[in-house]
């Protein structure tokens, strides 16, 4: 008898059904707002996504949520037991990309590139669990732009010591070595380890569901005099809600995932069942 499929429970924080359809009224709003004749069609196309008929458009929250579904299912039984994980979030050197300027970024070939770049960095035996999150920045309430950012896991054999400093920052030089970083900044590149569970809990950020205004504004402490910058997180506005859903919707749900180790089995595109597919072995 072959084993019997079952699938992980999602998150607790996971989104609602209802959840996802109030976004999609968000995104079709703001599309309907914009009024070209291609955010009337895309607004059309999420109106009619239905469970039986999905649209699979990467812009589509009702869609996005199904797919991110099977990717916490996938990912949770990928990853091998007593594997080590180690949270990643790097701020590459081509992150920017102008407010209005979107529909110029080939999504595809950059997180090709990427992923390229990750799998050059790690060890052989090492897998990668991530995606791209896009935020739109600002600084004190000006330079606005919008931000790519991979965020992510090296999963590696129980023969790297994770919580062994050593370890950490040999994959961290690499890592700066083949994929380098916003401003050459250090801080463009955190690298923190996580137990299995945290691992279970919040490997979707990897694959984020919605995206935010990123205000980062520095801050003078009263009473050390310490500078600082802090960041605040709020709602996209209307006309950037339009730009990121238009540029979304050209690439195949699913694009904005990055593997290594690991392989995608099932449809392409569609919001069609797949599996995670691990090709090392330890
Ligand atoms: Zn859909």
Redesign the pocket.
């Known amino acids: 008898m072959p084993p019997k499929r079952y699938a992980v429970p999602p998150p607790p924080d996971f989104e609602s059904i209802e959840d996802a359809a109030d976004h999609a009224a968000i995104i079709i709003n703001a599309l309907r707002r914009l009024a070209s004749t291609e955010a009337n069609s895309l607004a059309d196309k999420?109106f009619a996504?239905v469970d039986y008929q999905?649209?699979?458009?990467e812009a589509?929250p009702?869609?996005v949520r199904s797919f991110r579904k099977r990717l916490h299912s996938g990912g949770v039984k990928a990853a091998p037991i007593g594997a080590g994980f180690l949270a990643m979030s790097l701020i590459p050197a081509t992150c920017r990309v102008e407010v209005g300027q979107l529909s110029a970024v080939d999504l595809k070939t950059w997180v090709t590139s990427r992923q390229r770049a990750i799998a050059r960095a790690l060890p052989a035996e090492a897998m990668f669990f991530g995606g791209v999150d896009i935020s739109l920045n600002t600084f004190n309430n000006a330079d606005p732009h919008w931000c790519k950012h991979l965020y992510g896991y090296v999963i590696l054999p129980p023969a790297f010591d994770i919580f062994k400093r050593s370890v950490r920052d040999g994959i961290r030089s690499a890592l700066k070595r083949h994929c380098p970083l916003h401003n050459g900044a250090s801080r463009s590149l955190l690298l923190s380890a996580r137990d299995r569970a945290t691992f279970n809990a919040k490997l979707l950020y990897a694959y984020k569901a919605r995206f935010y205004r990123r205000s980062q504004y520095g801050e003078v402490k009263w009473k050390t005099g310490k500078r600082s910058t802090n960041v605040d997180g709020q709602s996209l506005r209307s006309a950037e809600v339009a730009e990121l859903a238009l540029f979304l919707d050209r690439f195949p749900l699913g694009s904005r995932l990055i593997l290594k180790g690991l392989r995608r089995r099932g449809l392409r595109g569609g919001t069609g069942q797949f599996t995670l597919v691990r090709e090392v072995n330890w």
């Open positions: 999420l996504c999905p649209c699979g458009s589509c009702v869609c």
